[in-house]
């Protein structure tokens, strides 16, 4: 359906990095723990828990941008894209 333009790039770049943000930050959080003890002794969470939130966020955003979500999708008005498909296969 070619649905992304070269105009789309950047945009779909940055969707991928928050994607890798938040694996990355998952990774830490599921080998260290959600929070960590401070040298004083205070329990405080990881940095980790905030960039996941920050990725999350920015994964939702541009899932709406791009219509990855089932809501963005019903907004978006394919009938004039030519999918491949030959309707007169008779």
Do not use: W
């Amino acid at each position: 359906m070619h649905l992304l333009t070269d105009g789309d790039l950047a945009a779909f770049a940055c969707y991928c990095k928050a994607v890798s943000d938040l694996q990355h930050a998952d990774k830490v959080l599921q080998e260290e723990g959600r929070v960590f003890v401070t040298t004083t002794g205070y329990m405080m969470p990881r940095p980790e828990v905030a960039m996941a939130n920050v990725a999350m966020k920015q994964i939702k955003d541009f899932a709406v941008q791009f219509g990855f979500t089932p809501s963005a999708r019903a907004r978006i008005d394919l009938s004039d894209i030519d999918d491949g498909v030959d309707e007169d296969l008779d």
